[in-house]
């Protein structure tokens, strides 16, 4: 079942705008990792971050994690046109190498 | 060229008829995944596989099946069992090894159609 909830489940800005999306999810985890999907394609990961880290950069992309609200927030500055895709957080709520958990991702859309 | 590929990239299925989806990795990964998606959805699990000779069932196995004879191959057999199979298939891989939460990395998925 789908634990990992994110919100909004679309997102329209400006480019040059920043987006924000967030995640939340119900049990413990040892790390959560965000995945950005374009159209009709497989996903490729952003980044993780470690359930003992509150905050992580990569690039463009700012992530947090609050593991006493069992939420999370993918940060998006200075969005380009080519971040247009859906982006989906992960969790590892199942335990061991079972898979990880999705959910059902931000639909986000840049306006040139 | 390391990574992870799928074919067909679109399947069309007859009613009663079983298909197969290839997905191979040469990445050296112990662990592999299938997983369904639908419009709009997420993905849900439908089987994976730590090691060779070696799955379990995810979260919607029914009316699939898979093999793991060698570590690089995981096809996915969608049986006339499985009622809905219009969906968006992506197969994934990791380290595997037990490890909690890894990074997963996915082929480019395969579409499959009922006729």
């Known amino acids: 079942s789908q634990q990992g909830e994110e919100d909004p489940q679309a997102l329209s800005i400006q480019e040059g705008e920043n987006a924000t999306m967030n995640c939340s999810y119900k049990t413990s985890i040892n790390n959560l990792q965000w995945y950005r999907q374009n159209s009709g394609r497989g996903l490729v990961h952003l980044i993780l971050i470690r359930s003992n880290e509150r905050e992580k950069h990569s690039g463009r992309l700012r992530v947090t994690l609050d593991t006493s609200k069992k939420s999370s927030s993918l940060l998006i500055t200075a969005s380009r046109a080519a971040d247009t895709a859906s982006y989906f957080c992960?969790?590892?709520?199942?335990?061991?190498?079972?898979?990880?958990?999705f959910g059902k991702g931000t639909h986000l859309i840049i306006q040139p | 060229d390391g990574g992870i590929t799928q074919s067909p990239k679109y399947l069309f299925r007859k009613e009663g008829q079983n298909v197969t989806l290839s997905c191979e990795q040469n990445l050296n990964h112990d662990a592999m995944y299938w997983y369904r998606q639908d419009p709009g959805q997420g993905l849900r699990l439908i089987y994976y596989?730590?090691?060779?000779?070696?799955?379990q069932k995810g979260d919607i196995a029914e009316g699939y099946s898979v093999s793991r004879e060698k570590k690089e191959s995981f096809p996915l057999t969608v049986t006339s069992a499985q009622k809905n199979p219009t969906a968006f298939y992506l197969c994934?891989?990791?380290?595997?090894?037990?490890?909690?939460?890894?990074?997963?990395?996915f082929g480019p998925g395969t579409r499959l159609l009922v006729l």
């Open positions: 992960a969790t590892d709520e199942r335990g061991g190498a079972d898979g990880l958990t």
């Open positions: 994934a891989s990791s380290i595997g090894q037990g490890r909690r939460g890894e990074t997963q990395y």
């Open positions: 596989s730590q090691i060779v000779n070696d799955f």
